[in-house]
């Protein structure tokens, strides 16, 4: 029986410091939105009027707009990595990453995890820094399972066991639109803590389903409306094959699975003229 009320003590502080964040330095959305409105219509949009961290999101809507017309959209495309890196390297994800840093950490010091699992590890980067908190927090006896969709990750799983010797650390290729791995049928131990990071947009409310079966904690991490109506910037990443996610949906699939669904960062949603919610934990 997982403690409900440890895990939403752990989780306290990490997100006192994200509202207190937000709250400060990303104090108003909404000029971000209208900055997205512009871009939509074809008009100018002057990077200087807007706060420096909203800037490489302004222009990376701006390259989507005008990549997504002129050709189809290639990931690979050297100027569509370079402004996805600098948003990754910028103010906002920088938040994001360490808010979910400190959640998982959090969470794994105050309730007994068997297991703890990433979904969408990317450039491992998050990952890194997880293995950095469990080595510190003496947490090297919980084996840590990373994915990705793309096969990099075996890469990325290499370098962290080369700088991580003691943690138990595996990787797998996992494709959420596909469902459920095969890697989990051999059984891990529990209770299991998964965070997924930025994949439902790309794999739809599906990925919910595909990781509830292993899932006894989880930590999704995805800009969730809960408006119910498309903003700008949404019909902007849709340009791109990023799908609309709407919370009350989500909630639906979560409670199928989960007996808890709460939401992390409630309290600064409306404080900072957000349309979405961005940190959901659902325990069962």
């Not at 959209?73 to 050297?78: H, L, V, Y």
């Not at 059984?187 to 965070?195: D, M, R, T």
């Not at 990071?197 to 991490?221: E, K, S, T, W």
Request: aromatic residues 8%; contains cysteine; glycine residues 6%.
């Amino acid at each position: 029986m997982i403690d409900k009320q440890a895990v939403l003590a752990g989780i306290a502080a990490a997100i006192k410091r994200y509202n207190h964040k937000m709250s400060h330095d990303f104090s108003d959305w909404q000029p971000l939105e209208d900055a997205a409105g512009l871009l939509l219509q074809r008009k100018p949009v002057n990077e200087e009027e807007y706060i420096p961290a909203f800037r490489p999101l302004i222009r990376m809507m701006r390259l989507i707009m005008e990549k997504s017309e002129a050709s189809s959209w290639d990931w690979s495309d050297p100027d569509v990595l370079a402004v996805f890196h600098e948003v990754s390297q910028g103010a906002v994800y920088t938040l994001f990453a360490e808010t979910i840093v400190d959640i998982v950490t959090g969470i794994i010091t105050s309730a007994d995890i068997g297991t703890l699992v990433e979904v969408g590890a990317g450039s491992g980067t998050v990952s890194a820094a997880i293995c950095r908190a469990m080595t510190k927090n003496i947490k090297t006896g919980v084996p840590f399972i990373i994915s990705d969709q793309s096969p990099m990750i075996r890469q990325t799983a290499e370098r962290l066991r080369g700088d991580y010797p003691e943690l138990t650390i595996a990787d797998i290729v996992w494709d959420l639109r596909t469902g459920a791995h095969e890697y989990f049928n051999r059984g891990i131990k529990k209770p299991v803590l998964v965070f997924e990071r930025f994949c439902m947009p790309y794999a739809g409310y599906g990925a919910i389903d595909a990781i509830a079966g292993i899932a006894d904690i989880l930590i999704l991490v995805d800009d969730l409306n809960i408006t119910g109506e498309m903003a700008s910037f949404d019909r902007i990443y849709e340009r791109i094959g990023a799908q609309f996610l709407v919370f009350e949906e989500a909630r639906k699939r979560l409670e199928r699975h989960f007996s808890l669904v709460h939401v992390c960062d409630r309290d600064i949603i409306e404080m900072v003229n957000s349309p979405v919610t961005s940190f959901t934990l659902a325990i069962k």
